[in-house]
């Protein structure tokens, strides 16, 4: 598992400022959930994951890079009670 700062950090290694160019989404089945985004006909070559410390964490991530541009949206139907996984592609 990872921290809030260091999966921010992370992401912001992997993207630079280029925000717009990427997606960021929250899941608990990393595997399903990439496969699904391939079956939509999108490109997952640079699909980078993190396990977040909790569903709070992950959700504050997501809420934060969205707002700095990239695509996604909160939202889903996600479990405190399971682990979750923030992704980007």
Request: proline content about 0%; overall charge neutral.
């Amino acid at each position: 598992m990872a921290d809030k700062a260091s999966i921010k950090s992370a992401i912001k290694a992997r993207v630079g400022t280029s925000y717009s160019s990427w997606r960021i989404g929250l899941t608990h089945d990393l595997a399903t959930r990439k496969q699904q985004w391939k079956d939509d006909g999108e490109s997952i070559t640079y699909w980078t994951s993190w396990t977040a410390d909790s569903l709070s964490d992950a959700q504050d991530i997501e809420a934060y890079f969205i707002n700095l541009g990239m695509k996604g949206g909160t939202g889903g139907d996600l479990s405190s009670y399971k682990t979750t996984y923030v992704y980007i592609f």
